[in-house]
């Protein structure tokens, strides 16, 4: 989920292939798009740009979607790049390309492949994609992805139940793993957002949804990032 400059929210709709708009203010639905029903989609995470664009990954599809969220444009879900076509590889049957989020200037996007851990640049400009070197070890189960700075990276490893900070070169070609934070009260973490106490996390017991049963109430908690 996304605020955009009009303060919209915008929510990737996972397995349903879809992107809402919502009005905050009253709860209402102003927009539904949805990727093509050809194949399966996994709308996962989605992040808003400098220039207004919100770019979308699926997880289950190569492709990286765009929706324009300016004033008057319509909520369309652009087929904006074809990753069949790059050097990233999509695993069958596997979670791929999941959190992303996009530099200052708007310049580059960055996107954590799951099942691989690798992460991607993808060039704004022309499209191109590269992977980064990452020195520092594993970032595999990657799924949320938080900026918290031009080059302060976080990986929300979900299995892992940690936070890993990345420091990036500033072209984001290469990254640094810092420091690696644990907390006893995550639980199979998804995704976090940036607050002036830390970093918010979302404990998304994604694997109690059957057995064994998952630990009540859901809930965010707050871990404190390195100064």
Known sequence: M?????????IAGGPGGTLAAVNVTDGSTLAVAKAPQDMPSFLNDLVIARDGSAYITDSFRPVIYRVRTGAGARATLEPWLDLSSTPLRYLPNKININGIVASPDGRYLLSIQLATGQL????????AVSQLRV????LTDGDGLVLAGGNDLYVVRNAHHELVRVELAPDWSAGRVTQRITDTRLRYPTTAAVV??????????????????AVLPFD????????
């Open 220 to 227: 965010v908690v707050t871990v404190a990032m390195p100064r």
């Open 135 to 138: 020195d520092g070890g594993e």
């Open 120 to 127: 991607w640049r993808i060039d704004t400009r022309s499209r």
């Open 196 to 213: 002036p106490s830390g970093l918010m996390v979302v404990n998304g017991q994604l694997d109690r949804q059957k057995s064994p049963p």
């Open 2 to 10: 996304k605020f955009d400059g009009s303060g919209r929210l915008w």
